[in-house]
Each structure stands twice: as structure tokens, then as C-alpha cells.
């Protein structure tokens, strides 16, 4: 997905959420994101882009590439993610303090497969990409090691809560696409119940 297919993506997102948002249930808006329609944030230069790429050691996915050239992070990714990291915030898991602890809290879980084949959830969050900075005991990566042919890691969402183990996507836009639905249902969801 490039700019020009994140911007119209993300303002729709964006003013579905807006007006979805029932300030007695959800977190406040930020003013800012009221006045201009708009839950991301200016976009990341193409500097700000490379210097975070020279930063983490690898050149990041394509979709990631284009979405922070649109948005340098993102607010409200779903009900349950609050803030998606910038250019600046990006971090691998194993080196956030506040966050390394979801690694030892996924090795050797029962989540793990038996298949001798798979790799332990532990193992593949260890490698993994930062992408959230906040939410409900929910977390979004990307794994640098599982890439397809056009340069796109695996994304993964996972919650301690959800009984689950990590909930693999093929890149980044395709976790970002599944955060947009999960919205829409789970308000489908609570305007059925309220009827």
C-alpha cells in the first residue's frame, strides 16, 4: 500500500472512529485529532524514515515505509491499541524495558505448537518489532525474519487476555486492515446489545 492508497484509507478510519467515539464508554479525543479529522499525525520525512531505519539496522517493510510517510504514528489502532509508535519510537521488543517482559511471558507457553517445526511464540516476539506504545494489555509487532517476496514482515497482534497465542498477519497493512474491522465489530457488536 502506498501514500496515496494510506491517506484516503486512514481519513476514512479516522472519521468512522470520530463519530463512532461515545464519550461516555471510550477515552477522551485529543482536541487536535476534533479539529482536523484526523487520528494520525504529520507525515515522517524521508530522513526521519532512513534515520530510523539506521537506528534498528534493517530497512523497514514497505507498507510501514509508506504509512510513516503519511502519518509519522497513529492514534486509537483498534479498540484495544491506543498509540502506534513514529519513525523516533520505533523499537525492537527485547530493548523496551517497559514491554520485554511479553517474551518471557510467551517462551515456552502453552501456546507454543507441538509441532517440533514452529517456532515458540517467545522466540519470534524476541525478534520482533515494537510497533505499539499503548493499550489494553494488547501489543502489534512485525517480525524481521518472517519476509515475503515483496519485502513485507509478518505482522502480529496479540493480548494476554484474548487466551490466545500471537495472531500472525502477512504485513503490516493486512494487521492495520484486521485493527480497522475488529473496530466496526466490535461497535456492530455493542449498538446490537444496546438495542
Known amino acids: 500500500m502506498n501514500r496515496e492508497q494510506w491517506r484516503p484509507f486512514l481519513k476514512q478510519w479516522s472519521e468512522e472512529w470520530i463519530v463512532g467515539h461515545d464519550p461516555e464508554q471510550d477515552a477522551p479525543l485529543d482536541d487536535e485529532v476534533i479539529r482536523n479529522g484526523w487520528l494520525g499525525f504529520a507525515p515522517a520525512s524521508a530522513e526521519e524514515v532512513a534515520a530510523a531505519e539506521a537506528r534498528l539496522g534493517r530497512t523497514l517493510p514497505p507498507s510501514l515505509r509508506e504509512f510513516l510517510l503519511t502519518t509519522n504514528g497513529w492514534r486509537d489502532a483498534g479498540n484495544f491499541i491506543y498509540r502506534l509508535a513514529g519513525t523516533s519510537e520505533l523499537a525492537w521488543l527485547a530493548d ?56 513485507e514482515w509478518a505482522g502480529y497482534w496479540l493480548a494476554s487476555w484474548s487466551g490466545m497465542g500471537p495472531e500472525r498477519f502477512d504485513s503490516f497493512h493486512d494487521l492495520m486492515k484486521d485493527q480497522y474491522d475488529s473496530f466496526h465489530s466490535l461497535r456492530r457488536q455493542g449498538s446490537e446489545s444496546g438495542s
Open 96 to 151: 523496551t524495558d517497559e514491554d520485554s517482559g511479553w517474551i518471557d511471558a510467551y517462551r515456552d507457553t502453552e501456546f507454543a505448537d507441538e509441532d517440533e517445526d514452529e517456532e515458540p511464540e517467545g522466540e519470534i516476539l524476541a525478534r520482533s518489532l515494537r510497533l505499539s506504545l499503548d493499550g489494553d494489555a494488547a501489543i502489534m509487532l512485525l517480525d524481521p525474519k518472517d519476509v515475503d517476496e515483496r519485502g
